[in-house]
């Protein structure tokens, strides 16, 4: 017999509890500055759900919203492997985007934090100068990714530090040992009396009203996301329906000319040979920068491609990039990480994929 959990009768819908705490945020007249409110939680348990809601809401209210997207591997308004800061309005979403490709723990809160300073400096009028101002401040929703374990813990908490939100929301599911400390968490007993914390349940619930984690495969999910990225490449109306029909199509795709003298080549996983740098970069997805100096040497990333090709004797890399071509001609520096050319792309039934060699060794 199958256990309760196991055949929930489950469904998202805004609660009144989320809805109670979006207005909370959004109308606020404690606050003398536009809300900058962190959702943070367990994996799966509704945050970029609830974020999204949130900015709608505010949308309402304000002109133009931020959305700080920290979840790299399901991010909102880029592709996987991204941290982005996009300003959002009613008309134009996402239409000013800065990112930048991460590694690791501390390239992570780098990023992060650079891209923190950049709001403050761009948007947060109210912290530029004392004299008075017509213009609004630009209100700010900051999604985290949901490992709240371990360095996972560590990292959310020194984000919750530098940016030093005015709204907290911390959504809970039932299994308690998942969630995270109640309270702030964060801070010491003598914290900001503005601050104001907002712990919710998850609108996930099984048959007993218990909220529960989403289940989702978060690889087919990412690979999902990527082959979305790189069907931009194509006008909407030509007709790609299926995984092979995309394959075939960027196969055929006639790609960009890059002088490799123009680029520069940053692995940022690991060390790699000079002589083994065009084996390490040919057939992958690499970041597309803009070298950025003082922004704490890191670059903005405008975008990815995959590297088709390279013709060493005419110094050239061939790449397939959505990225217009008058952004694409600012891109200096091509970014190597961990974010792979999705297998089912490569592994098309009836067709020989081009990005992958048969002069490879026997396994016999």
């Known amino acids: 017999m199958a256990s309760p ?18 207005d909370c945020i959004a109308y606020d007249s404690v606050t003398s500055r536009p809300p900058i409110a962190l959702v943070c939680g367990a994996k799966n348990c509704g945050k970029s759900t ?8 505010l949308l309402r209210r304000y002109k133009k919203v931020g959305y700080l997207d920290t979840d790299v591997g399901q991010p909102e308004f880029s592709p996987p492997g991204f941290l982005s800061l996009t300003v959002v309005d009613e008309v134009t979403p996402g239409n000013c985007l800065f990112s930048a490709l991460i590694t690791n723990p501390t390239t992570y809160l780098n990023s992060i934090f650079a891209l923190y300073d950049y709001y403050k400096k761009e948007y947060c009028l109210f912290n530029q100068s004392d004299r008075p101002t017509k213009k609004i401040g630009l209100p700010l929703v900051v999604n985290t990714p949901g490992w709240v374990k371990g360095v996972g813990y560590d990292i959310l908490v020194d984000m919750l530090r530098y940016i030093a939100p005015t709204h907290v929301v911390k959504i809970n599911i039932s299994a308690e040992s998942k969630n995270l400390p109640s309270g702030v968490f964060w ?46 490449c ?19 795709q006639p790609p960009y000319e890059v002088p490799i ?26 970041g597309l920068a803009v070298s950025s100096e003082g922004s704490k040497d890191l670059p903005w990333c405008v ?25 694409l001609e600012k891109v200096d520096l091509f970014l190597q990480g961990y974010i792979q050319i999705p297998t089912v792309l490569l592994q098309v039934q009836g067709c020989i994929s081009p990005y992958m060699s048969a002069n490879v060794l026997s396994t016999s």
């Not at 194509?234 to 055929?252: G, M, P, Q, R, V």
């Open 187 to 232: 801070l010491d007993e003598d914290h900001d009396a503005m601050l104001k914390l907002i712990e919710i349940n998850s609108a996930r619930q099984d048959s007993f009203n218990r909220s529960i984690l989403v289940q989702k495969d978060a690889h087919l999910l990412r690979d999902v996301r990527i082959m979305a990225y790189f069907r931009q």
């Open 261 to 286: 003298s123009s680029i520069k080549i940053r692995h940022l996983h690991c060390q790699v040979p000079g002589v083994e740098i065009f084996y390490s970069l040919n057939a992958t997805i690499v």
């Open 303 to 327: 975008g990815l491609g995959i590297v088709r090709g390279i013709d060493t004797f005419k110094g050239l890399l061939y790449v397939i990039t959505p990225v217009p071509r008058g952004t």
């Open 5 to 22: 959990t196991e055949t929930p009768s489950a469904n998202i819908y805004i609660s009144p509890e989320w809805s109670e705490a979006v």
């Open 50 to 57: 609830f974020s999204r809601h949130l900015l709608n809401i």
């Open 234 to 252: 194509f006008s909407s109306s030509l007709n790609i329906t299926t995984i092979k029909e995309l394959a075939n199509a960027l196969a055929s």
